[in-house]
């Protein structure tokens, strides 16, 4: 069974930062590809960064690309989104997701359709 819970959300200012974390549990990093996805109130949920499984590649949208940085821990089976200089833009429910197929090919993707299992989401609300 595989599970994501993401956790570390919260209130920031606007250039503030935070760390999201995802643990993954029933299967092992080395095998899935894990993404973050994003849905604003009234919005598509959209794709935010991505990091593959055999060689931890990373993939960034343009609108996050020099402030957020997407890491790892297999020793603790985490994914991690480090966040800084946070917008009002950036105030979504935060997804952790995992992807067997991209987990079999190593390769990235942004699109939520290549993921199979959700996490349920941590609010992230940036505000002065």
């Known amino acids: 069974q595989v599970q994501l819970v993401e956790s570390g959300g919260g209130l920031v200012q606007p250039g503030g930062s935070l760390r999201l974390s995802c643990v993954v549990s029933?299967?092992?990093?080395?095998?899935?590809?894990i993404g973050w996805f994003r849905q604003a109130p009234g919005k598509e949920r959209e794709g935010v960064s991505c990091?593959?499984?055999?060689?931890?590649?990373?993939l960034y949208a343009d609108f996050v690309k020099g402030r957020f940085t997407i890491s790892r821990d297999s020793a603790k089976n985490t994914v991690y989104l480090q966040m800084n200089s946070l917008e009002h833009e950036d105030t979504a429910v935060y997804y952790c997701?995992?992807?067997?197929?991209?987990?079999?090919?190593?390769?990235?993707?942004?699109?939520?359709?290549?993921?199979?299992?959700w996490g349920q989401g941590t609010q992230v609300t940036v505000s002065s």
């Open positions: 997701a995992a992807s067997a197929i991209l987990g079999s090919t190593g390769a990235g993707s942004l699109v939520r359709h290549a993921y199979g299992y």
């Open positions: 029933g299967v092992t990093l080395d095998h899935y590809g």
């Open positions: 990091i593959s499984s055999k060689e931890g590649r990373t």
